[in-house]
């Protein structure tokens, strides 16, 4: 995958996020040092590492992060995380929109 990322212009992740419910948006940098390798306990910020030191490019990489309260193993998600979910998809179309030239 970081490979074909590579090739974008810019990667928008999604994530739940602990703490505050809502939607936020931020600019991932990457990481100095790629040690931690495993697949979900790795950070955007490792990942965009990853991909520098592998690729030897970095598209812009932005976290959308959801907030959420209940983490626990079980199906669906809390009302609050799908409360936020439109507003996590406008915030995303909105970011698609100003990368995207017209």
């Known amino acids: 995958m970081v490979e074909?990322?590579?090739?974008?212009?810019?990667?928008?992740?999604?994530d739940a996020s602990e703490g505050d419910s809502g939607v936020s948006i931020q600019?991932?940098?990457a990481a100095a040092?790629?040690?931690?390798?495993?697949s979900h306990l790795s950070s955007p910020e490792v990942f965009a590492g990853l991909m520098n030191a592998l690729c030897g490019c970095q598209p812009?990489?932005?976290l959308v992060a959801v907030g959420g309260k209940d983490f626990g193993l079980k199906e669906g998600i809390s009302a609050e995380a799908k409360a936020?979910?439109?507003?996590a998809?406008?915030?995303?179309?909105?970011?698609?929109d100003?990368?995207?030239p017209p």
């Open 4 to 14: 074909e990322l590579s090739k974008c212009t810019a990667v928008i992740l999604v």
């Open 27 to 29: 600019e991932v940098r």
């Open 33 to 38: 040092s790629v040690n931690s390798l495993t």
């Open 60 to 62: 812009k990489i932005l």
């Open 84 to 87: 936020s979910v439109p507003v």
């Open 89 to 96: 998809v406008d915030t995303i179309v909105g970011t698609i």
């Open 98 to 100: 100003s990368i995207i």
